[in-house]
């Protein structure tokens, strides 16, 4: 199965500082990288994703970059917020499935 | 357009007891996943239906977990009888194609 890691765990940065957090995942065959974000109490939702024919992705604070070669994709927050404190999860999918990471809980201090 | 409804929100049981849990999809989604999410641990996959066929249920524990799926829409997952071990939230998630949407999740905790 997908093996994917997340880096790092936990990370905390000043407001209107920039946070990047990295999945390394296994299978070569992924081609769709998702991040989601989960805030205490309240379901995943997806903010942003890319897809294998594309390296890097852009909307508005979030971007995702994708290194298939090096197998590892990150999300990148600028201009962080209190309200992007969050547990964020990387979850490439392997033979079809979503395999989900362990999370990195990001705090944003104000 | 209405999201992915789960019911019961929570439920509390005394071990050894039976529990079941109830997904209703998004409409037109051929996917349904459920996964078990304990604290401080990112969704770990128990089964995914394409339609009505289980095609993953390599995590499923099947001494004590069932799920079902008839007519490739609404899906409920049980345990019988449950443990300590499985307080937890269970998430179901429909997809069309790759994008994932989740319900709110049940929190299950066993007593």
């Known amino acids: 199965g997908e093996n994917v890691e997340q880096h790092p765990s936990t990370l905390s940065v000043q407001e209107g500082d920039s946070a990047v957090i990295k999945c390394t995942y296994s299978?070569?065959?992924?081609?769709?990288f998702p991040w989601y974000k989960q805030e205490l109490g309240k379901r995943p939702q997806l903010i942003i994703d890319?897809?294998?024919?594309?390296g890097e992705k852009k909307d508005q604070r979030i971007a995702v970059t994708l290194n298939k070669t090096a197998k590892h994709f990150s999300l990148h927050i600028t201009e962080t917020q209190p309200e992007d404190s969050a547990v964020y999860f990387c979850?490439?999918?392997?033979?079809?499935?979503?395999?989900f990471g362990d999370g990195t809980t990001l705090t944003v201090k104000p | 357009e209405a999201g992915v409804v789960q019911s019961p929100r929570y439920k509390i049981i005394e071990k050894k007891q039976p529990v079941a849990f109830w997904c209703n999809p998004i409409?037109?989604?051929?996917?349904l996943y459920w996964y078990r999410q304990n604290l401080g641990q990112g969704p770990e996959l128990l089964i995914r239906?394409?339609?009505?066929?289980?095609?993953?249920d390599s995590q499923l524990p099947k001494d004590r977990f069932s799920a079902e799926r008839l007519k490739g829409v609404d899906s409920t997952l049980k345990i019988q009888p449950a443990e300590l071990g499985d307080s937890a939230v269970y998430l179901c998630?429909?997809?069309?194609?790759?994008?994932?949407?989740f319900g709110q999740g049940t929190r299950l905790t066993v007593v």
């Open positions: 998630a429909s997809s069309s194609r790759v994008q994932a949407f």
């Open positions: 299978d070569s065959a992924s081609n769709y």
């Open positions: 890319i897809r294998s024919n594309v």
């Open positions: 979850a490439p999918p392997g033979a079809g499935k979503s395999t």
């Open positions: 409409s037109g989604h051929n996917t």
């Open positions: 239906y394409e339609n009505e066929e289980a095609v993953d």
